[in-house]
């Protein structure tokens, strides 16, 4: 009960100092510094909680890399977000002012040669198969198969859930090498036959039995999904999100530790109540941070720990402590799909150039590839999609353009990978130039550089979703453990950001109120 009367205690604000001072006694240990790892920090650390963040690597952000190339910042992968996705995180941190939307999102698509995509397409599925876009790519043969689903039944009993076995079969091969599968190549980084329809494309199946055909299913989804762009970014490029989360830990107090690898965890057992994380050196990240004569830190006790790695990282970590988190074999089939342990390596060349043949942007902001048909799996026109960073290419010289060219998709090695840089970067050039139809020689190449990633399975590939729910749980049976990010997530800010959220909520509750944690 409170009382107006200033010389008396309100309860309320005892009890909430009592919980505030509580939160500063707990330290969590938060294990990946990509995005995933930096917004459960935050969630832990704006609710008072003591955080130490540990990133095996030297830099922060993971798949969100901006880099500076000839006085540009160009991101040399993800490049932008799900419009409205991040609303949330972005107002908190304080930097909605800078978020832009594309100037083109405008996609073509190489299979033979370079073509534009139809714009109404779901998945690659076109709305209109007799669009020029459609007829260009299909050819006569493969627009007339299309159309034959508009005559063919409805599936009225159950329904597809494998894309491949959907579309060919309603629309023909065609449809499916030549529109389908370059798309899921490009943006799911696997093939048709491992995307589960109900995930990639929620409410097609549906919708198909509402029009009675594929085509009006798709045209449903796209009056559903209405105007507007899809894809945000910030002005200087996605490192602006990673840049924000990092000033905010720090200033909340946050430890946020580089170069500093966990190699392994130690359970609360026996008397022990609190988690022991080990790092690769046991050392301190930098060496001025060292005292004289000092040998390194000793493996550090936390209250709590969140693994925000990536797969790899965290099997090896969470396995020894998890039970039955290895039911699944390592690279065996989950429910005839995806492997239980997987991921898509790419390596990226990113380009700047001078090319006054790109000043119009001849074919779009993005090019997919049928799988096979060049050593790309794709390619982006970075100063076409985003206006800022043509704005500042034209500021450091006129006709300057910035490409990223991504090699390797599903289960396809990168065409680089046993390339040195020189030549990576060379068959980099080579790719955007036949892709881009602009001829790019040496000596128009500014600057460039070699980047590699490995990507998680996007959730869209069959049996991930189930896999990450059975890791998920396993892994947040043990007391104020939790687990984050891509691989049991799904990939693409939109859906690591809300995940990391949820799993650092879920902790936290724990961590300071244990049993009793409110629902």
Same mark, same amino acid.
């Given at each position: 009960?409170s009382?107006?009367d200033?010389?008396v205690p309100d ?6 100092d009592?919980?505030?001072?509580q939160?500063a006694r707990?330290?969590?240990?938060v294990?990946?510094?990509?995005v995933a ?5 935050w969630e832990c650390?704006?609710v008072g909680?003591?955080?130490t963040v540990l ?6 952000g993971?798949?969100?890399?901006t ?5 540009l ?9 799900g419009?409205?996705?991040?609303d949330?995180l ?6 909605a002012d800078d978020v832009?939307?594309?100037?083109t %999102?405008?996609r073509?698509v190489?299979?033979?040669?370079a073509a534009?995509?139809?714009?109404? %397409?779901?998945?690659?599925i076109?709305e +209109? ?5 459609a007829?260009?790519?299909?050819g006569?043969?493969?627009m007339?198969?299309?159309y034959l689903?508009?005559?063919r ?6 329904h597809?859930?494998?894309?491949d076995v ?5 629309m023909?091969?065609?449809v499916?090498?030549r529109l389908?599968?370059p798309l899921?190549a490009?943006v799911y980084?696997?093939?048709p036959d491992q995307?589960d329809?109900?995930?990639a494309a929620p409410g097609?199946n549906?919708a198909?039995t509402?029009?009675g ?5 798709v045209?449903i989804l796209a009056?559903?999904?209405?105007d507007?762009?899809?894809?945000r970014?910030?002005?200087?490029g996605m ?8 000033e905010h830990l720090?200033a909340r ?9 966990a190699t392994?965890l130690?359970?609360?057992?026996g ?9 690769a050196t046991?050392s ?7 005292a004289p004569?000092?040998?390194?830190r000793q493996p ?6 969140i693994v925000?790695t ?7 970590l969470?396995?020894p402590?998890?039970d039955?988190l ?6 065996t089939?989950?429910?005839g799909?995806?492997?239980?342990e997987?991921g898509?390596?790419?390596e990226?060349? %990113? ?6 043949a790109?000043?119009q942007a001849?074919?779009g ?5 049928a ?16 206006a800022w960073l043509?704005?500042?290419?034209? @500021?450091?010289?006129?006709h300057?353009?910035?490409?990223r060219v991504?090699f390797?998709s599903g289960?396809t090695?990168?065409a680089?990978a ?10 980099g050039?080579a790719e955007a130039?036949?892709l881009f ?5 040496a000596a128009?190449?500014?600057?460039a550089?070699r980047q @590699?990633f490995?990507?998680?399975p +996007?959730?869209?590939?069959?049996g991930?979703?189930?896999e990450a729910?059975r890791?998920? +749980?396993?892994?947040?049976a043990l007391p104020?453990?939790?687990v984050?990010?891509a691989w049991?997530?799904?990939?693409g ?5 809300p995940d990391?959220s949820?799993?650092?909520d879920?902790?936290?509750r ?9 629902g």
């Amino acid at each position: 009960m409170s009382t107006d009367d200033p010389s008396v205690p309100d309860a309320d604000a005892i009890a909430l100092d009592a919980l505030a001072a509580q939160a500063a006694r707990r330290h969590v240990a938060v294990i990946g510094g990509g995005v995933a790892g930096l917004v459960a920090a935050w969630e832990c650390a704006k609710v008072g909680l003591d955080v130490t963040v540990l990133e095996a690597s030297d830099r922060l952000g993971g798949t969100v890399c901006t880099v500076e190339l000839d006085g540009l910042r160009v991101d040399a992968a993800a490049d932008g977000f799900g419009a409205r996705a991040l609303d949330r995180l972005i107002a908190q941190l304080g930097i909605a002012d800078d978020v832009v939307e594309p100037a083109t %999102t405008q996609r073509w698509v190489y299979t033979t040669a370079a073509a534009p995509l139809p714009q109404d %397409t779901v998945l690659g599925i076109p709305e +209109n198969m007799f669009s020029d876009e459609a007829r260009h790519l299909l050819g006569a043969g493969g627009m007339w198969r299309a159309y034959l689903d508009r005559l063919r039944p409805p599936l009225t009993i159950g329904h597809e859930r494998r894309l491949d076995v959907l579309v060919s079969r309603r629309m023909g091969q065609k449809v499916l090498d030549r529109l389908v599968a370059p798309l899921t190549a490009g943006v799911y980084g696997t093939t048709p036959d491992q995307i589960d329809v109900d995930v990639a494309a929620p409410g097609l199946n549906a919708a198909l039995t509402r029009a009675g055909s594929l085509s009006g299913a798709v045209a449903i989804l796209a009056a559903e999904r209405g105007d507007g762009p899809a894809v945000r970014s910030f002005v200087g490029g996605m490192g602006r999100l990673v840049d924000a989360l990092a000033e905010h830990l720090t200033a909340r107090g946050a430890r946020v530790r580089v170069d500093a690898a966990a190699t392994a965890l130690e359970a609360p057992e026996g008397g022990r109540t609190r988690w022991i994380v080990h790092t690769a050196t046991e050392s301190v990240a930098s060496a001025e941070a060292a005292a004289p004569g000092d040998e390194g830190r000793q493996p550090e006790e936390f209250d709590a720990v969140i693994v925000a790695t990536d797969e790899r990282a965290a099997r090896m970590l969470l396995e020894p402590v998890v039970d039955r988190l290895a039911t699944a074999e390592a690279g065996t089939a989950v429910d005839g799909g995806a492997t239980a342990e997987a991921g898509t390596a790419i390596e990226t060349v %990113t380009l700047v150039v001078d090319a006054p043949a790109l000043d119009q942007a001849p074919r779009g902001a993005e090019i997919v590839v049928a799988p096979g048909a060049r050593a790309a799996a794709s390619a982006q026109h970075l100063t076409a999609k985003w206006a800022w960073l043509s704005e500042q290419a034209a @500021r450091e010289a006129p006709h300057r353009h910035v490409l990223r060219v991504t090699f390797g998709s599903g289960s396809t090695p990168p065409a680089t990978a046993a390339l040195d840089d020189a030549s990576a970067i060379e068959l980099g050039r080579a790719e955007a130039s036949a892709l881009f139809g602009v001829e790019l020689d040496a000596a128009s190449v500014r600057a460039a550089t070699r980047q @590699r990633f490995v990507l998680a399975p +996007n959730p869209a590939v069959r049996g991930r979703a189930a896999e990450a729910a059975r890791v998920r +749980n396993a892994v947040e049976a043990l007391p104020r453990l939790a687990v984050t990010g891509a691989w049991v997530s799904g990939s693409g800010l939109a859906r690591v950001v809300p995940d990391a959220s949820a799993a650092a909520d879920r902790l936290r509750r724990r961590a300071l109120f244990g049993d009793r944690a409110p629902g």
